[in-house]
Nanobody, 123 residues
Framework: QVQLVESGGGLVQTGGSLRLSCAAS????????IGWFRQAPGKEREFVSV????????YYADSVKGRFTISRDNAKNTVDLQMNWLKPEDTAVYYC????????????????WGQGTQVTVSS
């Protein structure tokens, strides 16, 4: 059973940085996509970024391109999201997600979700 555990959320001022980490366990992740969605209060879950575990290809939402960087550590089975130049609109619960197969930006195609970590950006 795939398990995803997030860490690294918190409170930061506009323009600041945070680094989220997702520890993945339960199987080998060759052929998987692992990444992040977020959900702000009263809004739908939103794609943020995904990395393909084997090839290392990365995908980003337009709203975070140039500010966020996703990376993986194959030895540690972790996926990190470095978030720079944070804005109040980045405030949300951030979820680590995983799926096998091709990349998708649709939340309903990801069967594995972590519990989430809160990111709050103050103005």
């Amino acid at each position: 059973q795939v398990q995803l555990v997030e860490s690294g959320g918190g409170l930061v001022q506009t323009g600041g940085s945070l680094r989220l980490s997702c520890a993945a366990s339960g199987r080998t992740f060759s052929g998987y996509n692992i990444g992040w969605f977020r959900q702000a209060p009263g809004k739908e879950r939103e794609f943020v970024s995904v990395i393909r575990w084997t090839a290392g290809s990365t995908y980003y939402a337009d709203s975070v391109k140039g500010r966020f960087t996703i990376s993986r550590d194959n030895a540690k089975n972790t996926v990190d999201l470095q978030m720079n130049w944070l804005k109040p609109e980045d405030t949300a619960v951030y979820y680590c997600v995983a799926r096998q197969g091709y990349y998708s930006g649709r939340s309903d195609l990801y069967p594995y979700w972590g519990q989430g970590t809160q990111v709050t950006v103050s103005s």
